[in-house]
C-alpha cells in the first residue's frame, strides 16, 4: 500500500515537473511575479512584467500602435543577457508586453537601438517592413539589422550582420535611424565616445560616415549615448534637435539628457550658439530617452519616453515585486517635447506629459484654492490610491519659499521646496521612504528657474515609486524615483513667509494594469 502512495506521489511529481517544463520561460517568470500590485509597481507607468529593464529601444507608431520595445533581461533582476522586450499600446498609456523580441546571439548582446518602417523597400525585406537597427555588442561593438513583416511579432535577423563594423573605437553603440527625404537616404547617429557619429545609407546595409559632432561643446563628465536627432517646428520656423545622454555628469549626478538646438544639412549637425550644456529634465531619473518615429503627420507630436532611473543605483533599487525574476526598472510617462521661443528670441525645449493622460484621470477635486500664510497646511490623499496627478498654481513674491511636503504613516516624507530668492525648485528625498540601497540615491536635487512669470504652476504626477513635475506646462520637467514604505497620505503645504495666493486641484489615475 505504501509503495502504492509512494508511486502515486512520484507520479504527481514527476507529472508537475513535466507541465512546468512546457512552460515558455518568459510564462514561468510570470508565475513567479505576483502581477502589478507590489508595493513599489508603477500604476501609470511602463515596467515590465519581470526582470530588469534599462532604456527604450525601438520606439516606432504603426498601424493603430505604439511599439516599445527595451533593453532587458529576461532571466534576472540585474543588468545582463541584454536582448529587446516589447511592449505595445494603442494610447500610450495602456501596455501589453509581448514576447521578448530580440536575444543576444554569436556576434554578443543586442544593445540599445530603434526600429524604422521602410516604406519604400529600400533594405528589400519587403514594403513596410519594420527593420530593427540595433547595437550588436560582444567583445566590441558594431550595429546590425533585423526585419519583422508582422508588427514586431517577430524579428529574422539579417545574415549578413553587422552592417556596420566598429572602426576600432571602444565605443560604437545605440543607433537612431530616420529617413531623410530631400537626399532618400536614411540617417544614423551613432554615440561614438563623448562625439555623436552620423552615417547614412540609401538601404540600411552599406553606411557611409558623414561627420562627427561633439567635441568642445556641451557636458563631457561622462560617455555619450542614446543620440536622437530630429527636427521641431516653431511657427514656420525648424530647427533640428540632438539629444544625447549621458553618464555621468548630469547636473545632479550620474545619467542625464543634454541637448542641442541647430541645423542639420544632410552632412553636418551644426550647433547654435546657446550657453550648453542645455538640459531636459533636472531630476535624477530621466535617462537614454529617444523619440517615437512615424508619428502620423496629422498628429505631428514629437514623443518621447526615457528610462525613469540612473546608472548611479539602478542595479540596487528595489525591485517592484519579489521573488527570483521579480520586476526592476521602469519608464517615465511619456513626454511630448515641442519648441518654445523666448522673448529674447532663444528657443528651448518644452517637455509635457501626453495629453492621452486626461482621458484616464478622474474629475478634478479642488483641496485648496486661497491665501496661505506661514501656518502649515495639511490635506490627506484622498482614497490613498497608488497614483494621482496633483496641480499647483501659486504666485509668490520675491522672498518666498512654498514648501509642498508629501509624508506617510511611516514618516517618510518627499520634499519640493519652489525657491524664489534662489531661483530654483529643488527637490529633497533624503527621508523619501527606502534610501539606503544607495549612497547616491538620497539627496537635494535643484532646478534652476527664473521666476519672472506671475504665477507658477506645478503638475506633480505621483505614482507608488515616482515623483514627475512638470513646471509651466513643460518649461522644466524634474523626474525622481522615491520608495516610501507605505503610500504617502498627507501633503503638507508651507510658506516661509508672508502670504500668497494658492490653489491646489487632485484628480486619481486607476491603474493601467
Ligand atoms: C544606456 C546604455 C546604452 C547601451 C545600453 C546597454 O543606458 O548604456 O549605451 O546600448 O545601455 O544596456
Redesign the pocket.
Known amino acids: 500500500m505504501q509503495l502504492l502512495h509512494r508511486f502515486y506521489a512520484y507520479t504527481i511529481l514527476l507529472l508537475a515537473v513535466f507541465l512546468y517544463s512546457c512552460i515558455k520561460e518568459e510564462d514561468k517568470d510570470i508565475i513567479v511575479d505576483k502581477g502589478y500590485s507590489g508595493l513599489f509597481r508603477p500604476q501609470v507607468h511602463f515596467s515590465s512584467k519581470y526582470n530588469w529593464i534599462?532604456?527604450p529601444n525601438g520606439l516606432v507608431y504603426y498601424e493603430g500602435e505604439y511599439h516599445l520595445f527595451f533593453?532587458h533581461n529576461p532571466f534576472g533582476s540585474g543588468?545582463g543577457y541584454?536582448s529587446w522586450g516589447h511592449a505595445v499600446s494603442t494610447d500610450l498609456i495602456h501596455w501589453k508586453q509581448l514576447n521578448v523580441a530580440l536575444k543576444p546571439d554569436a556576434l554578443g548582446?543586442i544593445?540599445?537601438g530603434c526600429v524604422v518602417i521602410d516604406k519604400n523597400n529600400t533594405a528589400g525585406f519587403g514594403k513596410d517592413a519594420m527593420i530593427a537597427i540595433y547595437?550588436s555588442?560582444g567583445s566590441s561593438q558594431h550595429q546590425s539589422i533585423a526585419f519583422s513583416t508582422d508588427k514586431g511579432r517577430s524579428f529574422i535577423k539579417y545574415r549578413n550582420n553587422p552592417v556596420l563594423s566598429n572602426p576600432g573605437r571602444p565605443d560604437f553603440?545605440?543607433p537612431k535611424v530616420f529617413w531623410y527625404e530631400p537626399v532618400k537616404q536614411w540617417i544614423m547617429s551613432l554615440?561614438t565616445g563623448q562625439t555623436i557619429s552620423f552615417y547614412q545609407s540609401p538601404d540600411l546595409k552599406v553606411w557611409t560616415k558623414l561627420s562627427e559632432f561633439g567635441s568642445g561643446i556641451g557636458a563631457h563628465g561622462g560617455?555619450w549615448?542614446?543620440p536622437d536627432l530630429f527636427p521641431l517646428k516653431f511657427e514656420d520656423e525648424t530647427k533640428w534637435i540632438l539629444l544625447v545622454?549621458i553618464?555621468p555628469g548630469a547636473p545632479n549626478g550620474g545619467?542625464g539628457t543634454q541637448y542641442f538646438i541647430g541645423e542639420f544639412n544632410g552632412v553636418t549637425f551644426i550647433a547654435d550658439p546657446y550657453s550648453y550644456p542645455l538640459w531636459l529634465d533636472y531630476g535624477k531619473d530621466n535617462?537614454?530617452g529617444i523619440t517615437w518615429d512615424n508619428i502620423p503627420e496629422e498628429d505631428g507630436r514629437r514623443i518621447q519616453i526615457a528610462?525613469m532611473n540612473n546608472?548611479e543605483y539602478a542595479g540596487a533599487i528595489p525591485t517592484y515585486s519579489s521573488g527570483g525574476n521579480a520586476s526592476r526598472g521602469g519608464m517615465t510617462l511619456p513626454r511630448a517635447l515641442s519648441l518654445v521661443k523666448n522673448e529674447q528670441g532663444n528657443f528651448s525645449i518644452n517637455n509635457e506629459v501626453v495629453s492621452e493622460i486626461n482621458a484616464f484621470g478622474s474629475a478634478w477635486t479642488t483641496l485648496y484654492n486661497g491665501v496661505l500664510s506661514s501656518d502649515e497646511k495639511s490635506f490627506s490623499i484622498p482614497d490613498s490610491p497608488g497614483a494621482y496627478h496633483l496641480q499647483l498654481t501659486t504666485s509668490l513674491s520675491d522672498n518666498q519659499i512654498l514648501t509642498l511636503s508629501w509624508v506617510n504613516d511611516n514618516n517618510d516624507q518627499s520634499q519640493i521646496k519652489i525657491n524664489v530668492p534662489e531661483n530654483q525648485i529643488v527637490f529633497d528625498r533624503r527621508e523619501s521612504g527606502k534610501v539606503s540601497f544607495s549612497n547616491y540615491f538620497p539627496g537635494v536635487f535643484s532646478c534652476p528657474f527664473d521666476f519672472e512669470t506671475d504665477s507658477i504652476t506645478l503638475d506633480v504626477y505621483v505614482d507608488q515609486s515616482s515623483i514627475e513635475i512638470i513646471v509651466n506646462d513643460g518649461v522644466r520637467s524634474i523626474t525622481n524615483q522615491v520608495f516610501p514604505q507605505s503610500i504617502y497620505n498627507k501633503l503638507n503645504l508651507s510658506l516661509n513667509t508672508g502670504s500668497g495666493f494658492s490653489s491646489l486641484k487632485y484628480r486619481r489615475f486607476n491603474s493601467i494594469w
Request: proline share 0%; with cysteine.
Open positions: 534599462n532604456d533593453q543588468w541584454m548582446d544593445f540599445s547595437t555588442a553603440r545605440d554615440a560617455v549615448e542614446c545622454s553618464n545619467s535617462y537614454a528610462w546608472w
